[in-house]
Structure formats: C-alpha cells, structure tokens
C-alpha cells in the first residue's frame, strides 16, 4: 500500500536561511512525487515533482527537492526562506504501477519570521 | 484562461439533508479527481474520471456518496442524508492527460458544514 509521512507538523525558520521541509514515502513500484503549497482557504498548487532521472528537482518560487531511492525520502528544500513561504506544505506519491490513486502527506506548516 | 472552479465556496446543511458540490475543470482536461480534506489534514482520495468514466471510485466513504460526470466535462459529488462526520472540505482537481506524472489543478474547494 502507498503512504507518504511527513514527520513534522510545523518547521519554524528566519527569512534568508535555508529550510527543509521532510518527506518519506512507501509504494510498491515505482514513485511519481510531488510537492504542492496550501494558503489559507485556497486549494493546493504544484509547486514541483520527481518523475525519472536527476535526483535533485527544481520547482516554482526556488523551491527544489531532492529523491532518495535507498532511504524513500523527497525532502523539499529552498536556500534562503522569504516570509511569504509561509503556508501548508504537502507530499504526495503516486505509484507507477497504475491505479489513479494520489496519497497526500498530513502537511507541514512552514512558518518563516522575519 | 480559468483555472478549476467550484461552487459553492460554502455549504451548511442540517444533518440528514441532501447536498450537491459542482466542479468545472479546466477546458480540455481528461482526468479528474475528487478529495475529501479534513481539518488539519491533507486531502484524502474518493474518486477519479477519466473524462465520463468514473475509473476509481475506492475512497468513497459510503454508499451515500455519489460523483458523475456525465459529458466527460463538469461534475458533480452528491452526498446523501448528510451526517456530522462528512463536514470537511472537498477539492475537485483535474489534470490534462491520465498519465500518473502529470501534476493536478486545484479548486479552491466547498467548505461543507453539517449541522
């Protein structure tokens, strides 16, 4: 059975560091991963995924993220946080091996101080 | 060029009561997808179209949830004898093709509010 889980319910950083916000997952084949933001009251965007190929996925607003096979894990990363970063962020995993099923992480909200 | 909308934003029934959420998905868009988002949690799957095919419809709580999409364009999720259990919000989201590495395009969702 697919899972996504994202250890951490809120990540707390200033503006201009680095943040990291965690990801693991479990299919039975192959992952499609996918990271998407949620502001208050709106619905979620894409911000960036991981289908084949480089490790290391470059997405909107500076976001990137990088795939680990051999620990299954698809932490999402920016190198300097703004405080308009902060927002709900979700994991999402879809196996390869078919079936039209999307599994979403419970969310980590970002909070970044300025 | 109009992103997914659905309507209503907000809906309050009193238990027992019959509601209808709509989506429109962006023109042109084979797949569609419903999600059910409790408070505090991420969106959890019900059902999938591919375009008037309802493929998938396992994450349908029970049978008093009913989804169509009958010309493979709008469509509709039904919820029957409503009951306190089924407040959340429910997002519509659609995708271009049906193939498993295509991102999707959120609606802002219907917060749904059983009484």
């Known amino acids: 059975a697919q899972s996504v889980a994202q250890p951490e319910d809120q990540v707390n950083v200033a503006e201009g560091n680095p943040l990291t916000v965690k990801c693991t997952y479990s299919v039975s084949g192959n992952p499609y991963l996918f990271w998407y933001v949620q502001y208050p009251n709106r619905g979620l965007q894409f911000l960036l995924k991981y289908i084949t190929g480089d490790n290391l996925v470059k ?15 698809f932490h999402l990363k920016k190198p300097s946080a703004l405080v308009s970063d902060s927002a709900l ?6 196996d390869w091996g078919g079936g039209f099923k999307t599994i979403f992480g419970a969310g980590t909200r970002l909070f970044v101080k300025a | 060029g109009a992103g ?11 238990r027992g009561q019959d509601v209808a959420l709509r989506c429109d998905p962006i023109s042109g868009h084979v797949s569609l997808f419903w999600y059910q988002q409790a408070l505090g949690q991420g969106p959890e799957f019900l059902t999938y179209f591919q375009n008037e095919a309802q493929l998938d419809k396992s994450g349908l ?31 519509c989201a659609s995708s271009p093709e049906d193939r498993g590495n295509q991102p999707q395009h959120f609606g802002d969702g219907t917060r749904l509010s059983i009484l």
Request: positive net charge; charged residues 25%; contains cysteine.
């Open chain 1, 59 to 73: 997405g909107s607003y500076g976001f990137e993220a990088e795939f680990n096979k051999s620990q299954t894990s």
């Open chain 1, 89 to 94: 962020y979700f994991c999402a995993v879809r």
């Open chain 2, 4 to 14: 997914v909308s659905q309507s209503p934003r907000y809906k309050v029934a009193k």
């Open chain 2, 61 to 91: 709580p029970s049978d008093r949830f009913f989804a169509e999409r009958p010309e493979g364009s709008v469509s509709t999720l039904k919820i029957q004898r409503t009951q306190q259990e089924d407040s959340a919000v429910y997002l």
